[in-house]
């Protein structure tokens, strides 16, 4: 037996990749469907000598994974939609301090304690807009084991190249099934690390002055300079300021550091794409009943495709605009009353011809609930 | 190899769930096989019908869940009542003597073996009937090799009780082929 074959849950493939990608630094407070990766990494992170917190509830498990992460460490927290409503202020607070972190959103059933051990996928503009303010936000997601892997460690790179929060949002399904993972060997996928300042101590370091590429080097928190954070706008020392140029360079920055490279965060799957006259747009689980219909149907000579996004913060408006360039209908495929169907309508030319196909009962889309839809889209009646 | 779709059923603490990953886990690590499994969480996980779903295939497999199994194991009244109309034509059914009794005629091969009670007679321990019905299940369906359930059950078990298990999956082996043959 191959000791890097696993047979495990979603949710203990995220904490397989989340130590692969070099996390060190853990807090949380458990919630269903994501209370696995808190029991994982309960035993796992103390045993590579990580630390592993329980707090006492989700804004501290926030505020402390952005301290930590202020102090060098590689950090994470996990919830679900209940617990991720209590972290947005200190989501923001990251935002404007720009500091990486890696927040794991397991859906369920929402508004509110909702459904907790169903699936859902109501969270997607919560990851976007949850938090006040103007900002940019990176979301990704994944509709497999073994693509969950590898968007975590993404999740974690992401997070240190652009020096901001980014959120994981799988599901309650892709969290709890368990399927194969081939763990990769160390140093297959890349890894980022933390780029830190060349300046010595008791030289000037300036924390918020970006270099020529526009990255911010830090410096351990505690460590050999003394710098000031904090959530109010400030200057390239960190300290608060309310200066009208220093105020529009930051909010520029913030948002510009994110929508400027759409296309090196974007990620995605494309599946019969060249000539589908309907192309399916689906994400997370939902997307494995929608690929489900599209195999079935193509040996069929239905001219069926799908798109399946895994990066949907940024949202890929011009790539989703040109891959559906020639198709006559497109359809959404999610867990929601029409979140991401909104944002395609959006990116498309003619969005009259994007349709939904989704349940919002806490049941898991079959492939007959998307074929039934399909009929209705392609002019075959009930 | 034909893709199976299998539904196990019963109530909480029958180790249902269990002896669905231990199926999958084999068929995925020693098997070289596509496997998924998974449950139903929730209220109904705490008594009441446990329900957890295994595909396994030689193929990859998108839609996680089982909607018509080909293969239906329940092994409480409770279990039956809820699931036992969801069989696939032409699937199997198997249920528990002691626990279920059939009441209508489903369009499936209906197999009702004393698991329970072979359990209680040769062992005497109920805490092993999930793995007697595992090896029910492997000689009535051939899906993989009872070695490859043994060699999972070793690294989920301490070894004291590995002799237990051992025996159990084959009193459920024999009970699977001597009902096979019928």
Known sequence: MDPNIKFIQGNEVCVEAALYAGLNFFAGYPITPSTEIAEHLAQKLPEQGGKFIQMEDEIASMAAIIGASLTGKKVMTATSGPGFSLMQEALGYAIMTEIPCVIVNVMRGGPSTGLPTSVGQ????????GTHGDHGIIALTASNHQDVFSITIDAFNLAETYRTPVILLFDEVVGHMREKLVVPEPGEIPIVERLRTSVKGGVDYHPYLPREDGRLPMSDFGGVHRYNVTGLYHDMWGFPSNNPSVVQGLHRHLNDKIT????????????????AECILISYGSAARSALHVVQERRPRGEKLGLLELQTLWPFPYQMIKEKCENAKSIAVVELNAGQVLRAVKRAVNDPEKVFLANRIDGVFITPVDIRNMLRFVQGRGA | MERCRMVFSGSGGQGVITAAIILAEAAVLYENLTAIQSQAYGPEARGGAT???????DTTINYPKVV???VLVCLTQEAYNKFYTIIRPGGM?????RFVKTQRKADAKQMELPIYATVMEEIGKPIVFNICMLGTLLALTELIQPESVMKVIKTRIPKDFLQLNRKALDIGLNLGKAHKTQ
């Open chain 2, 68 to 70: 018509q199994p080909n």
């Open chain 1, 122 to 129: 109501g969270d997607v503009m919560q990851a976007r807009w």
């Open chain 2, 51 to 57: 329900r957890s779903d295994v595909i396994i295939s």
């Open chain 2, 93 to 97: 059914l198997i249920t528990d003597s």
């Open chain 1, 260 to 275: 400027n490279n759409v296309n090196q965060i974007s990620r995605y799957k494309e599946y019969y794409l060249e000539d």
